[in-house]
């Protein structure tokens, strides 16, 4: 069974830093997307930043890009969000997310949430501005 457990998140003021972490297990594949989606209050879900196991590439949504580095450690099977010069906007419950077996690299995180196979249970970062 696959498991997805966030931690990390917080209160921060705006221009600070906190980093997600995302435990993951029982994967059964050894190709997959695993990454962040986000849904701010009254917004929809929304895909942030994916690492591919395939290729190793990484994806970012535009609004975060040189702000959010995704990064993963394989020995203790856990995806970091770095979140850096944080933003009022960027207020959100942040979502561990993974598409498996998945052969298409990254391009999965820029498409509907229904597009994801497993997701975590998510946890709040909130910016105060």
């Known amino acids: 069974e696959v498991q997805l457990v966030e931690s990390g998140g917080g209160l921060v003021q705006a221009g600070g830093s906190l980093r997600l972490s995302c435990a993951y297990s029982?994967?059964?594949?050894?190709?997959?997307?695993i990454g962040w989606f986000r849904q701010a209050p009254g917004k929809e879900r929304e895909g942030v930043s994916c690492?591919?196991?395939?290729?190793?590439?990484?994806s970012y949504v535009d609004s975060v890009k040189g702000r959010f580095t995704i990064s993963k450690d394989f020995a203790k099977k856990t995806l970091y969000l770095q979140m850096n010069n944080l933003k009022h906007e960027d207020t959100a419950v942040y979502y561990c997310?993974?598409?498996?077996?998945?052969?298409?690299?990254?391009?999965?995180?820029?498409?509907?949430?229904?597009?994801?196979?497993?997701w975590g249970k998510g946890i709040l970062v909130t910016v105060s501005s």
């Open positions: 029982g994967f059964t594949f050894d190709d997959y997307a």
């Open positions: 690492f591919s196991s395939t290729d190793f590439s990484t």
């Open positions: 997310v993974v598409k498996g077996p998945w052969y298409g690299g990254c391009s999965v995180i820029r498409g509907p949430p229904a597009g994801m196979d497993y």
